[in-house]
């Protein structure tokens, strides 16, 4: 099995900063994308940022200049790293990764349980 277990969450005041990181434990041989997800309430799951095993990075619009998506593949993690926080920032943060767990190149989806992020003075 395989666990992603997000951190880094908690209360910021808006224009303030904050690093969220996420550990991927567990048998597994091969990671490809990782991804960072939000939710606030009452809007769907929206993509804030995703990266490839090769350091490849996409933002979704209204997070680029801002987050900055990093991961280390000897540790099996993703951080995000968030500035100029705006109180529609306020959401749950997921991290979620395709994960090859048989060596077959063939992934699988995995999430975390999300991180609260409240952007409030």
């Known amino acids: 099995q395989v666990q992603l277990v997000e951190s880094g969450g908690g209360l910021v005041q808006p224009g303030g900063s904050l690093r969220l990181s996420c550990s991927a434990s567990g048998s597994f041989f091969h990671i490809a994308n990782m991804r960072w997800y939000r939710q606030a309430p009452g809007k769907q799951r929206e993509l804030v940022a995703e990266i490839t095993s090769l350091g490849r990075t996409n933002y979704a619009d209204s997070m680029k200049g801002r987050f900055t998506i990093s991961r280390d593949n000897a540790k099996n993690t993703v951080s995000l790293q968030m500035s100029s926080l705006k109180s529609e920032d306020t959401a749950i943060y997921f991290c979620?990764?395709?994960?090859?767990?048989?060596?077959?190149?063939?992934?699988?989806?995995?999430w975390g349980q999300g991180t609260q992020v409240t952007v409030s003075s």
């Open positions: 979620g990764a395709e994960v090859d767990q048989l060596g077959t190149m063939r992934f699988r989806a995995y």
